[in-house]
């Protein structure tokens, strides 16, 4: 069963405490992303990674952090640092990197992160 | 600014009606634009890529148009189904970005 898992379905934080979202594809696919999703605004991307090792800031990337140590895994971790970390949280991937902005992204069933 | 605009931001309409979903941006240079569909508190799924040559991309009962020349694109939806509500998205590439717009909810009521 192929496509990208995303969990936990919901986590609960407490104010100043770093919590880490898992995504994971086997897809086979080299570039992955992390996107959050606020009501009423389009998808935001926070990083991407076109290649094991190797990731760029997207556009809202302070406050969070990224590794890419295994191509089909790229967590994301929220760190305290984060003003307004209560969102929906996407991961997606693409086939290729050099690009990946431009080929189609495949998404995740996402993480609701609710910050108390 | 490089932007996309969705009209209406919600809809309801009865079960086997048509509807139409719109999209205006400003992004240049442009790529290629998607409709993705999204179920509440799911992560969207794609319906429709088109390219700047393309006018009209139909998946099932869904058919988008593009007019490049406006930048605009709809997203017609017919013989609508309980299982299309939703929200749809539309998304914008340009160069390695994508820009996504907020997103139109359909509610569809028997």
């Known amino acids: 069963d192929g496509g990208i898992t995303q969990s936990p379905k919901y986590l609960f934080r407490k104010e100043g405490q770093n919590v880490t979202l898992s995504c994971e594809q086997n897809l086979n696919h080299d570039a992955m992303y992390w996107y959050r999703q606020d009501p009423g605004q389009g998808l935001r991307l926070i990083y991407y990674?076109?290649?094991?090792?190797?990731?760029q800031k997207g556009d809202i990337a302070e406050g969070y952090s990224v590794s890419r140590e295994k191509k089909e895994s790229f967590p994301l971790t929220v760190t305290s640092a984060q003003k307004n970390p209560t969102a929906f949280y996407l991961c997606?991937?693409?086939?290729?990197?050099?690009?990946?902005?431009?080929?189609?992204?495949?998404f995740g069933p996402g993480t609701r992160l609710t910050v108390l | 600014k490089n932007q996309v605009e969705q009209s209406p931001q919600s809809l309801i309409i009865l079960e086997g009606k048509n509807c139409t979903l719109q999209c205006n941006y400003t992004v240049s240079p442009f790529s290629n634009l998607r409709w993705y569909k999204q179920d509440t508190g799911r992560g969207p799924v794609s319906l429709t890529i088109?390219?700047?040559?393309?006018n009209t991309k139909s998946n099932g009962r869904y058919t988008a148009t593009l007019d490049a020349d406006t930048k605009q694109s709809s997203l017609h939806i017919t013989a609508s189904q309980l299982s299309d509500s939703a929200s749809y998205i539309c998304?914008?590439?340009?160069?390695?970005?994508?820009?996504f717009g907020a997103g139109t909810i359909l509610r569809v009521k028997s």
């Open positions: 088109m390219t700047f040559s393309e």
């Open positions: 997606a991937s693409s086939i290729r990197g050099g690009r990946p902005l431009g080929n189609e992204q495949f």
């Open positions: 990674s076109q290649i094991v090792n190797d990731f």
């Open positions: 998304v914008v590439s340009y160069g390695n970005k994508l820009v």
